[in-house]
């Protein structure tokens, strides 16, 4: 073969490469997704209880018919338990498998059981399930009778909202996630509007089908100040939902 064939052969293979290089690229590995999108459901998982003493001292009547009438102790007995959530999560990966997180969710449900009692002289009258105390004071509404129907149970209302990082353990399809974060939480629906701080901590699993797939977490979210207590409080939310990246 002369330098004219060799050269057509070289143009040949060099037309060939440059007709197969897009198809090349198309077949090599496409970038991560940046962004995630997580809508989910599960509970928030709280159990906070306050118990409140006072003493009321009852004056003498006029005349001093019952001198020394002994003072009366009031009790009221306060619970607030878990509810059902919902809520979306949404993620911007800013560095490898390191992501930075924002969230919304709201737990409808909330139990708030209260109740009262009174107690004098070493006998109580009322309990936990409230109602109406009858006392030896006179007759009449406002004198005989104590009422606790006002703590009976109702429900809160609370909103979590709040920022974080997430990392992923591992790449591939199935990732293990660590989180950790800091938001606050609103409760509506007691006598006053509440909102307080919560740092949050917890764990996670990934398991990924292309461009969707699901996720699980268990994120521990701590109440610093809890409206309810005043103390710490660990309110745990355990969720699962369906993801989109993008």
């Given at each position: 073969?002369?330098h004219?064939?060799?050269?057509?052969?070289?143009?040949a293979v060099?037309?060939a490469?440059?007709?197969?290089?897009p198809?090349?690229?198309a077949?090599g590995?496409?970038?991560?997704?940046?962004?995630?999108i997580?809508?989910?459901g599960?509970a928030?998982?709280?159990?906070?209880s306050r118990?409140?003493?006072?003493t009321?001292g009852?004056?003498g009547?006029m005349g001093?018919?019952w001198?020394?009438?002994?003072?009366?102790?009031?009790r009221?007995?306060t619970s607030?338990?878990?509810?059902?959530?919902?809520g979306?999560r949404?993620s911007r990966?800013?560095?490898?498998?390191?992501a930075v997180?924002?969230d919304?969710?709201?737990?409808?449900t909330?139990?708030?059981q209260?109740g009262?009692a009174?107690c004098l002289?070493?006998?109580?009258?009322?309990?936990a399930e409230g109602?109406r105390v009858?006392g030896?004071w006179?007759?009449?509404?406002?004198?005989g009778?104590l009422?606790?129907?006002?703590l009976?149970s109702?429900?809160l209302?609370a909103?979590h909202y709040?920022a974080?990082?997430?990392?992923?353990?591992t790449?591939?399809?199935?990732?293990p996630?660590?989180i950790?974060?800091?938001?606050?939480?609103s409760?509506s629906?007691?006598r006053?509007?509440?909102?307080d701080?919560?740092?949050r901590f917890?764990?996670?699993?990934?398991?990924?089908?292309g461009?969707?797939?699901?996720?699980?977490?268990?994120v521990d979210?701590?109440?610093?100040?809890?409206f309810?207590t005043g103390k710490?409080?660990?309110?745990?939310h355990a969720?699962a939902?369906?993801?989109?990246?993008?």
């Amino acid at each position: 073969m002369g330098h004219r064939g060799l050269g057509r052969v070289g143009r040949a293979v060099g037309l060939a490469l440059l007709a197969a290089a897009p198809a090349l690229a198309a077949d090599g590995p496409s970038a991560e997704p940046k962004n995630e999108i997580v809508v989910f459901g599960g509970a928030s998982i709280l159990d906070a209880s306050r118990n409140q003493d006072m003493t009321v001292g009852v004056p003498g009547w006029m005349g001093d018919r019952w001198p020394g009438f002994p003072d009366v102790q009031v009790r009221t007995d306060t619970s607030l338990g878990g509810s059902a959530l919902f809520g979306a999560r949404y993620s911007r990966y800013v560095k490898g498998r390191l992501a930075v997180e924002a969230d919304l969710a709201v737990a409808p449900t909330h139990d708030l059981q209260a109740g009262g009692a009174l107690c004098l002289d070493g006998r109580c009258f009322g309990g936990a399930e409230g109602g109406r105390v009858r006392g030896p004071w006179g007759q009449g509404p406002g004198r005989g009778d104590l009422d606790f129907e006002d703590l009976r149970s109702r429900n809160l209302t609370a909103w979590h909202y709040g920022a974080g990082l997430a990392y992923d353990i591992t790449g591939g399809d199935v990732r293990p996630v660590v989180i950790f974060g800091a938001g606050g939480v609103s409760y509506s629906g007691a006598r006053e509007t509440s909102t307080d701080f919560a740092l949050r901590f917890g764990a996670g699993l990934k398991v990924l089908f292309g461009r969707v797939g699901g996720r699980v977490d268990v994120v521990d979210h701590l109440v610093t100040d809890h409206f309810l207590t005043g103390k710490a409080e660990h309110d745990i939310h355990a969720t699962a939902g369906f993801l989109v990246r993008f």
